[in-house]
C-alpha cells in the first residue's frame, strides 16, 4: 500500500513556511485580499520563504493546511489585545475616525470647589465676606486648612469669629448647598483657576477642622481669636483648644516641663497614653527620667496586658487635660502655637 503524505513524514514547518505553503493554496483574488493586510515586511519575509521552498515541497501541504486550520481554531490574539483592536478599527473605519474612538476620555471638568482652591485669596476672602456667614463657613470648611487659614486673614476681625463660631458647630455638610454655593462664589471669580461619594451629605468634623485651621495661623492671631470667643461665651472653645494640641505635642514640652507633668500622672494613666505612642515620643518621656526608671518604664510597657484603644485614647485626653491646666495654673511652659518653634 502506498503511504499517506499526510502521515507526518514530511519535514516540520516554521510559521513562516505554513503561511507561505497556505497563501500558495489560495486562489489568487483571495491570496491578494489576505496580502493587502500584511505589512512590508511580512511580504518580504514570505517571499524569501517561497524561494527557499523552490520546489515546492507538496507532500507538506497537508499538514501546513492541518497546522493553519488548527491555529484558527486558537486565540488570534495573545498579548495586545487594544494594539490589535485598534488596527482592526482603522481598517474598517479609516485612521481619523478610530483614532477618534480610541482617544483617552478627556477629564471631567474641575468642580466648583477644585476651583475655589486655586482662587486668590484676597479675591476669595472678599466674596465669602458678601456672603451669608453661614454659607462662607460651609465653603472655608472645604478648603485645605493651610488656604483657609490664609483666607481668614484676610477676612474682619469680626466675621473671623464669626467663621469659626460657625464652622465648630457643622456635624455635616449638605452637599446641594456646598454645590450652589460654591458656584455662586466661582461665578464672582474674575481669575480662579469635594466633596465626594454619592451620598448628598457628608459627616464633618468642625471642631477638628478649627483646630487645624488655627494651627495654621501665627499663634497672636490663634489667642486672639480663641479668646475673643470665650468673651463670647462660646462652648466649643475648650474643644477647640483641646483639638488643637494632641499627645504626640508633648514630646515639644521642655524637660523640666515634663518632669513635672509626670510627676502629676499616676503611673498606670502614663504607661498606658504610651501604649500606642510612637518610639520618639516614648524616647522623650524615658529621657525625662533616670536611666534606671525608664528601663523600669520600658519593662513595664511590655509586660502590661492588651488595652482596648479607647483606654489608650482616655488616658492621652487624661494627659492632655493635666498638661493644659499646669499650664494654665502657670506651672509648665507649653509649646507655642501656630507651627512657631520655642525659643
Known sequence: MAENSDSGDAPELSGPETAALVLLSLDEET?????????????VLLAKVVDAL?????????PALRTFERRLQEPVVSGKGGEYMRKLAETALGADKAG???APPEPPPPTAMKRLHHARTSLLADLL????PQVAAVITSQLPAG????VLREMPEGFQLEIIARIAGLEEIPRDALEVASEAVVRGLDAAGGAQGADRRSNFDGVAYCASLLNELPSDDTERILEELEENDFEQV????????TFEDLSNLDKRSLQTLMREISSEALLTSLRTASEAVRDVFFSAVSSRAAETMREDLELMPPKRLSEVEEAQREVIETAMRMSSEGQITMPGGGGEEMV
Open 54 to 62: 523552490d520546489p515546492i515541497p507538496y507532500d507538506s501541504l497537508g
Open 238 to 245: 475648650p474643644k477647640i483648644r483641646e483639638a488643637m494640641f
Open 100 to 102: 477618534r474612538l480610541f
Open 147 to 150: 488656604q483657609a487659614s490664609k
Open 129 to 132: 465676606v458678601e456672603e451669608h
Open 31 to 43: 491570496a491578494a485580499s489576505v496580502m493587502r493586510f500584511m505589512t512590508e515586511d511580512d511580504l
